[in-house]
Nanobody
């Protein structure tokens, strides 16, 4: 059974930084597009960032562009999300997800596997 395990969330003051990690197991990690999504209370899950298998194709939501950086290490089966200049509106549960085909990677339903999520709270 595929496992995606997120870590690195926590409480941080506005303007601070956090680095999320997502360790994958029981899948051929290097062929999957990996995405980060987030869900705030009372809101729908939304796209944050995605990176294709080679790491050469990356996309970000406009709300995080210039502040967040997605990367991956295929040798470690891990994808990262470096978050800087955090704002209170970034507060959410952050999920990583794996998509085997890599199309429509902004769409929640396209992803085959999901992690349990990690809470990020940004205080003002």
């Amino acid at each position: 059974q595929v496992q995606l395990v997120e870590s690195g969330g926590g409480l941080v003051q506005a303007g601070g930084s956090l680095r999320l990690s997502c360790a994958a197991s029981r899948l051929t990690f290097s062929i999957y597009t990996m995405g980060w999504f987030r869900q705030a209370p009372g809101k729908e899950r939304e796209f944050v960032a995605a990176i294709k298998w080679s790491g050469n194709s990356i996309d970000y939501a406009d709300s995080v562009k210039g502040r967040f950086t997605i990367s991956r290490d295929n040798a470690k089966n891990t994808v990262y999300l470096q978050m800087t200049s955090l704002k209170p509106e970034d507060t959410a549960v952050y999920y990583c997800a794996a998509d085997k085909f890599g199309s429509d990677y902004r769409v929640v339903s396209r992803y085959d596997h999901w992690g349990q999520g990690t809470q990020v709270t940004v205080s003002s």
